[in-house]
């Protein structure tokens, strides 16, 4: 089995875009990059993603294939109104979640938006677990209480999904504000181990772009050095309105960056390899000097932006531009390839595992429980926690040790 698309015809008369991504006959072309849609790279310059072993980069396609089956289940299951609410599929945009997650170490936190069914399987949610949530079950991740927007994962460093736009952001610089403190104030960390170093990760759509809430987390993350990377998944639309109609400088958003003193990157997000070997370093960089960056992570989205949206605000031949250059097929090919490390019945092997997986988690998702009533009132407030600062005899209005 080949997962790769079709190409298109290079007579294709797809439309010409004038902002973000320039459609051409044949290609895409994204900020920073060549035209076959590569990132630019010093030549002889080595990969990062090259010294990784095979079994990492046959575990990256079954994260995403894992995540692309899911999300079609998860399909079925809410035109079967088995699943209620909203729904936002990540399909398409798999390579973003896998990649960038997998550039972290484990217990570096992580928080996103309300497409985040993707970051809760990469980042080790169990199949299972996720799709309880979906179906409003207690065995889901949050016990049913969250459903598809608000995937929560404590023990894997997920501080969950966020329904509003934007809000998720100032999150994302507490919690690296938590660590800082935690490795600079209290030399221990809230649990008693040893302190580390830390990169928290904010991810946002680019539709958050023009919250206020994203530029006070960027400032003040700025102005305190936080170790958060601001991780724009930028699909090009906001809903329904292209980037360009709706946020500033759309053809070059790293320069947003810098008005906060932060380092701002584009990467394309349709190749995970490329993602891995732009985005780690970068994670290097701000852990080791506790600064924070920005991201603009291009990618796109083949669905709509929930299970309600008639998608009349795009071409066709725009969504089969970027199947073209899907990102579990473009790492497929070059396992079979260049690395030649799988076959065409291993990648089926995988194809069915992950079909089974999703499959298994629908049923069990809808013969779990549903929450009792008592739930209603359980997990309101939490338990009065002790004061953790160092500083006991610290008066009101003194610097902050952190600062």
Known sequence: ??????????????????????????????????????????????????????????????????????????AQAYQQAKIGGFCHLYIGQEALAV??????????????????????LARGMSARACMAEMFGKSAGCAKGKGGS???FDKPNWNFGGHGIV???????????????????????????GPA????????????????????????????????????????????GTAIERGTTMAHDL????????????????????????EFKPLVDRCRENSRPAFVDLLTYRYQGHSMSDPQKYRAKDE??????????????QHLLTERKCVTEADVDKIVAEC???????????????????????????AEIVPNLSPAATYVHGEKNPLL
């Open 1 to 74: 089995m080949s997962t790769t698309p079709a190409p298109i015809n290079p007579s294709s008369s797809a439309p010409a875009g004038e902002g973000l991504y320039a459609i051409t006959s044949s290609r895409v072309h994204m900020p920073g990059q060549n035209g076959n849609g590569t990132a630019k790279r010093e030549a002889g310059k080595p990969r990062p993603s090259d010294a990784l072993p095979n079994a990492t980069l046959i575990k990256w396609l079954r994260d995403m294939i894992l995540i692309r089956e899911f999300e079609n289940r998860c």
């Open 99 to 120: 990649g960038t997650i997998n550039s972290l170490n484990h217990d570096d936190p992580i928080v996103t938006a309300y497409r985040d069914h993707g970051h809760a």
């Open 149 to 151: 927007m608000h995937m």
């Open 166 to 192: 934007g809000a998720q952001t100032p999150l994302g610089a507490g919690l690296a504000f938590a660590a800082k403190y935690e490795l600079e104030v209290m030399k221990r960390s809230v649990d008693g």
């Open 196 to 239: 580390k170093k830390k990169v928290a990760l904010a991810y946002l759509g680019d539709g958050a772009l023009n919250q206020g809430a994203l530029h006070e987390a960027m400032n003040l993350a700025g102005l305190w050095g936080l170790p958060v990377i601001f991780v724009v998944e930028n699909n090009r639309y906001s809903m």
């Open 254 to 277: 790293k320069q947003k960056a810098v008005a906060y003193g932060m380092e701002g990157v584009h990467i394309d997000g349709m190749d995970i390899r490329n993602i891995y070997d």
């Open 319 to 332: 969504v089969e531009m970027f199947k073209s250059r899907d990102s579990i097929a473009l790492l497929e």
């Open 355 to 381: 079909k089974a997986i999703a499959a298994d988690s629908a049923d069990f998702a809808e013969s779990a429980p549903i929450p009792a009533a008592e739930e209603l009132f359980s997990d309101v407030y």
